[in-house]
Structures are given as structure tokens and as C-alpha cells.
């Protein structure tokens, strides 16, 4: 076991030289999105690439792909048997529009006190880079030479643009990206001094509804009450999504979902929430949603149908008194374990045939296959671990969230068949997509603590 001491002091010792290289990194604009930004985008992962070789990576490589690269790095372990680990996080960023509503230049890292701001703080530089320094604590804690893990990292550069190409990344490396355990280093833990780790991350499946009537706009007075407006049947197809206990009424929607257990409802009731802070930062006056669940459970461990943007007909001023030619909406659905986003696409598609009436054509057009949800058991030999690297770190207890979001932790589990587990420091009011992103500096050194713990702990299991 590394001794808590020593990994301290090994990166209090190096935290002035971590947080230089940090926000050198920073200020590197490597915006996904933007094509003007590519260059910066390769050049965030070269960045990259060259600190892995000076942390010690004897294998670091620029993978490419349809759009932004990803970068690659590997230390095997002296050790025969020693598990192989497998490290997520992401090299992009997100954009910095409005520029004004930053108190400080985005691409230029500021302290103050313990707080650095900067586009990539913490989503998801500030993350990815703690990795770097974790191994080298371990290492100096330890006495080895190399891991006792086999460590691989890959640090994708589009995931702020949707991870377009990650799929068809993942399945190309399967083999150089096998492993035993994933560890996402890109969500957030519920607060500094309730540290948590999280369990499972919500999948998605997103698509626009068109629904079109007559041919042209025709005049409501003429032909209104008389012939079908697809605006007003996509409203009453749309309001029908949900009964009035606000569960989805597309069949079957609900078969495979892994129902939550008694132990996570209790640790879940054990975190500090307060619903009239929650509310605040959701710009709602009520709490809403599926009847015989918390707001957390809901948020966390239930699927959803969601409205998402609507639109059709006269939307300048004034008034045109018209039935619309056609109606469109976009919708998304958030999955949990084990729903399958091609059994989502298709009960939807169904469902909408159905309610559609005569004299309305109704297209749907997906977006992508979706993401898969993934979960890994509170029991899960990893989760244990993990929770007991943070505590080490913290020198507190710790507690267990889910993430409401959705990302490619799913592709990850399903093609390389290994669970994942979430180790993250960031905080939710960090930030991260909007002005002025902060990190909390103590945090990313308690980071790099729990992964040096960490590494030592799947090792002693070997």
C-alpha cells in the first residue's frame, strides 16, 4: 500500500512546476468545434503527447481520425500479472462565446487564491493532466520503476463536438486499448468537502420529428377547423409522451431498466442536497417529474422523454392567419442501464406511427445510434477501490452519485467488455462550458493523490 505520506509530499513538492505546465496547456485554444481551431486542436494534442514522454510514458502516440486527434500512452507494468488499466478524458474544449462575460482571458490561466481560471481548467485538462502527475507520485512512493498497473491513457480530442469519430476510434484500437478497468477522469464529485464517486452515466438517443400537412400555408379561415394542422397534432402527439404521472407511455420503454436498490436510495438520501438551491440553479420555480422518485434518483437512475426545441408556422410579428405546411420538433431521450438505444429509436418510431392522424406524413430522422448508459455495481471490486483511493486522499469519508449527462463511457465498456468507474475532482459550479471556468487547485492535487493511491491498490490485488 502507498503510504499516504509520501505521495503528499511528493506533490506538494511538485505542485508549483504542475500548475505551470497547466496553464500552459490552457492556453492553448483547442475548441473542437470551430473548424478555424484544428491547428490548435493538434496542437493541444502534441502538447500533450510530448508532457506524457516527459512524465515517463514509454509509448505515446497521435492517433488520427475524420476530424481531431487523440493521443495515446502507455507504461506497462514490470509485473506479469498486473492488471491493465485504461484512463478516458479529452483534450478539446468548449467555446468561450460571450467573451465579455469573462472577468479574465479565457486562454490565460489566473490564480487567485486557490482557484485557477481558464477555458479546459476543469473540463477537462485539469483532469487529464493529474494522471501525469499521479503515476510519477506513485512511482516515488513506491520505489518502482514502473506501474503497478499497466497504464494506458487515451485523451480524445472531439469530445465537446460529440465524439463523432470515438466509436469508430475505440473499435480500430480494440486490441491496444484492451483492458481490465476504464477509469473516466471527465465528470465531477458533489462538493469539496463531500467528496463522491460516481457509478453510472446516462445514455441518449436524440431525433427531429417533421410532421406536414397541406402542401402550403392555406389561409385559417378558409380551412381552418376543417383540415389537419400539423402543428397543433405534432403539440398533441408530443403532450402525449407522458401519462400523468409523468412516465413515458411508448411501450415497453420501461422493461430493461435497471431498478435502483435500497443501499443506493440510502446513500443517495445521504448526500447534503438542498432542493431549493437545486431549483435556484435550474432557473425553476417547481421540482417536476416521474411520480415515486427523489429529484436526485430522477436526475440520476430514471429515463426521460424530453421536448427539446419545437418550432413551425408564422414565428415573425405581428399575426398571419395561416395552418402551417408542416410542424417539426427536436426530442431526446436520456437511458439508464440496461436500456438499448436501437430498442429506444425503434419503440419510438413505432409509437409515433401510431399516433399520427390522416392527412398528416410524419418523418423522424435520428441522430446517430445514441449512446449507451453504463453502470457499475456499488460492490464492484473497482468502485471499492476507487472509493478507498479518494478516502485516502480526502481523509473523509466517501459517497456515491450518478451522472445525469451522457457520454462515451458506454462505447468504451461495451467494445472492450470492461467495467468502468469514474474518478473526478472538478466541482459543478466550476463552471465548465460557461464564462469564466474555474478549478479548484487543492482539488487537482487531491486528484493526482487518489489515482497514485489508486494504481497501487489494483496492484495489491494482483
Known sequence: MTAPEAVRSYIAAGSEVFFAE??????????????DHAGDVRRSAEWLAAALRRAGFPIVEIWPTGGHPAVYAEWPSALPSARTVLVYGHHDVQPVDPVEAWDTPPFTATVDGDRMYARGASDDKGQVLFHAFGVRAHLAATGRTAPAVTLKLLIEGEEEAGSPHFDALVRRHADRLACDLVVNSDSAMWSADVPTTCTGMRGMVAAQVTFRGPAEEVHSGSFGGAIPNPLTELCRVLGALHDRRSRVTIPGFYDRVVELTGTERDLFARLPFDEREWLSAAR??????????????????????EVNGMWGGHTGPGMKTIIPREAHAKVSFRLVADQEPAEVRESFRQWLREQVPPGIAAE??????????????????????????LGRAFDRQV???????????????EVLDAAVVFLAVTLPDDNYHGPNEKAEMPLLLKGAEAVAHLWSELGSEN
Open 364 to 389: 423522424v430522422e435520428f441522430f446517430g445510434e445514441g449512446n449507451k448508459p453504463c453502470l457499475t455495481p456499488l460492490d464492484h471490486p473497482a468502485v471499492e477501490a476507487v472509493t478507498r483511493s
Open 284 to 305: 425553476s420555480r417547481a421540482a417536476h417529474g416521474e411520480e415515486g422518485f427523489t429529484t436526485l434518483e430522477r436526475v440520476w437512475a430514471r429515463p426521460t422523454a
Open 399 to 413: 459517497l456515491y452519485t450518478r451522472e445525469g449527462g451522457s457520454g462515451p463511457s458506454a462505447t468504451l465498456a
Open 22 to 35: 497547466l496553464a500552459e496547456w490552457l492556453a492553448i485554444p483547442s475548441i473542437s468545434s470551430d473548424p
